[in-house]
């Protein structure tokens, strides 16, 4: 049930708005008209069925989890009680009808014929496109790892005619980011080099390939998180969270109920901007009396710092307690990976929505509306969860990698600017080994995603681990900073930075080397940045992005360029 109290909240039905007006504790049903409900019995799959159907309408594989979100986020509806669960199949066919070549056919439309669907690897879902360590910490403007198999393995296909790379080559990825192409260039047996500007970029693609003593991380794991669980003993976070939680519990069973609240959202039976709002300002009396009663402290007494101001001052007392420990671990690469897992932690603690965890509008200090997840939502008040959860998940992640996929190969990324890096002079000093494969065959080529004009500052989307680690920032080195914009200077900058990344890399790369380049690019900067650097655009592989986020579905392509020397 909804119950409304306000005026002028909106209801939408197919065929007109009506209008409730002074409603005093009404009971708004959700509960769809008998005609609605009365579905014909061999129109309703268990959710077993339903996978199994969807499995074979799409072409690939379908989980019941799968259906269940469906059925959660309101995409469908659901019937029966939770003992037996079904779901309509014309609704689940009403669903799928933008798949299975809909979209393919759609998005051509919109983006030109000569889109290749193959590259859009909507056969995979998430979990494959996040597979092991590909998932041990967030990075915003990374590649799919399929994408970079696809160009890396030695299949060949309508599309991909040649094999541009074989085991045992050496792969370099002067733009590294998170470090995707090292990952998957160890995963196919080939060595791999990768650059970025970003100390901490860096950290993360190192300690993706990293080979650790797992029981010496879980010992110091374990250690770490006695350590945080003794500091909370002295605190009442956790205490207002539970009760916090329990509170929340009960207002949005009562008005936000799963899934019948978001499956009218869906249809436009519910105005989500008047309503949601309404409950919000509802619930903040009893989010307040909580802070009062248990003494919880909202804001910090500075904002000078990234630290300062996104986290509640106990937020930052908790990750002081863990960092301190892990200053206290001998083993080097054990170290690095908890600060990872500290890391990865810390950025999901932040005092901000859930939708917008990724871009940072302004701190949000209590609960809030959520349109994301259909609820009254809350920031975060404690870091423990999210570090066991963390941890937990990465020692499964390394275990995966290690038991499943990890070749006997070298990857390394170095830390500095591709324009100017000498390569084999910063390696001998950080991985002499790969170093003098370096030298005795030559790198065969580059796989890389070189940022955009004027679309992410790099270093700001981890500015909480900058702010932490005491790492030096470099943000002026940048190559198509958001900050620098879009302008003609700005693309100017972007274009005689690519060139010189490339034309340095050039020296190391083998006589008949293959370059490939994903962007979009939009205002045809790369035919200009082949010519400057004496190179030659032999062909373009055009491909639709999917699986975006949530704000952001339109129909969007990119561009791998493929390239070798005039």
């Known amino acids: 049930m909804l119950k409304v109290k306000k005026k002028n909240i909106r209801y939408k039905t197919k065929r007109k708005t009506r209008r409730i007006s002074r409603v005093s504790e009404q009971q708004i049903p959700l509960q769809t008209s008998l005609i609605e409900s009365e579905k014909r019995e061999s129109d309703l799959l268990d959710i077993r069925s339903a996978a199994k159907w969807a499995s074979n309408h799409l072409g690939k594989n379908v989980t019941s989890s799968n259906i269940s979100y469906l059925v959660q986020y309101g995409r469908i509806k659901k019937h029966g009680n939770n003992g037996s669960l079904q779901v309509s199949l014309q609704e689940l066919k009403d669903y ?7 979209r393919e056919i759609s998005w051509k439309d919109k983006l030109g014929k000569d889109l290749n669907w193959t590259l859009s690897f909507d056969q995979y879902k998430e979990a494959e496109t996040t597979k092991h360590v590909h998932r041990l910490h967030p990075y915003k403007g990374k590649f799919i790892p399929q994408l970079v198999e696809y160009f890396l393995d030695n299949h060949t296909d309508s599309f991909k005619k040649e094999v541009y790379f074989h085991k045992g080559d050496i792969i370099l990825d002067p733009f590294c980011g998170s470090g995707t192409t090292l990952v998957q260039a160890n995963e196919l047996g080939m060595h791999a080099i990768g650059i ?11 300690c993706k390939i990293k080979k650790y003593d797992l029981l010496d991380v879980q010992k110091e794991i374990q250690r770490i998180t006695f350590s945080l669980k003794s500091f909370l003993t002295n605190s009442h976070t956790l205490q207002f969270e539970e009760r916090l939680l329990q509170e929340l519990y009960k207002f949005n069973n009562e008005f936000f109920p799963v899934p019948e609240y978001k499956y009218k959202i869906k249809r436009d039976e519910i105005d989500e901007e008047t309503y949601g709002p309404t409950k919000e300002k509802e619930f ?11 003494n919880i402290e909202i804001r910090q007494s500075k904002e000078d710092t990234f630290l300062d101001k996104w986290y509640f001052p106990h937020i930052r007392n908790e990750i002081e307690c863990v960092f301190n420990e892990i200053k206290k671990i001998k083993n080097i690469d054990t170290k690095k990976i908890i600060s990872v897992i500290l890391s990865r932690t810390i950025r999901s603690c932040r005092a901000t929505t859930h939708a917008d965890l990724a871009t940072l509008l302004e701190p949000v200090t209590t609960t809030y509306y959520c349109a994301k997840h259909g609820k009254i939502c809350k920031p975060l008040f404690s870091i423990l969860k999210w570090w066991e959860t963390y941890a937990k998940d990465t020692i499964y ?3 995966q990698f290690d038991q499943k996929y990890r070749t ?17 002079d910063a390696l001998q000093k950080k991985n002499p080994e790969l170093a003098k494969l370096v030298k005795k065959q030559k790198i065969n080529g580059i796989f890389s995603s070189p940022p955009y004009v004027g679309l992410i500052d790099y270093h700001e989307q981890h500015a909480y681990a900058y702010d932490l680690f005491g790492f030096k920032r470099q ?12 302008g003609k200077e700005a693309k100017d900058m972007y274009v005689s930075g690519i060139s010189e990344v490339l034309l340095n890399c050039k020296k190391y790369l083998a006589k008949n080397y293959n370059v490939f380049l994903v962007a979009n690019d939009k205002w045809n900067l790369y035919p200009i940045i082949a010519e400057k ?17 949530e704000k952001d579905k339109g129909a969007y392509s990119e561009i791998i360029f493929h390239l070798k020397g005039e």
Do not use: W
């Not at 009893?286 to 009062?292: C, N, S, Y």
């Open 96 to 102: 799928y009808k933008s798949f299975n070549g809909h």
């Open 196 to 206: 970025d500007i970003s100390a901490f970029n860096a950290l993360i693609s190192n």
């Open 284 to 294: 903040l009396p009893i989010f307040k009396k909580l802070v009062k009663e248990y």
């Open 397 to 399: 992640r390394l275990s």
């Open 408 to 424: 006997n190969t070298i990857q390394y990324c170095l830390t500095g600017d591709g324009k100017t890096i000498d390569i084999v």
């Open 475 to 486: 943000d002026e080195l940048e190559i198509g900073r958001m900050k620098n914009g879009q």
């Open 533 to 549: 650097t004496g190179m030659k655009i032999v062909n373009q592989f055009k491909r639709p992005v999917l699986n975006r986020t």
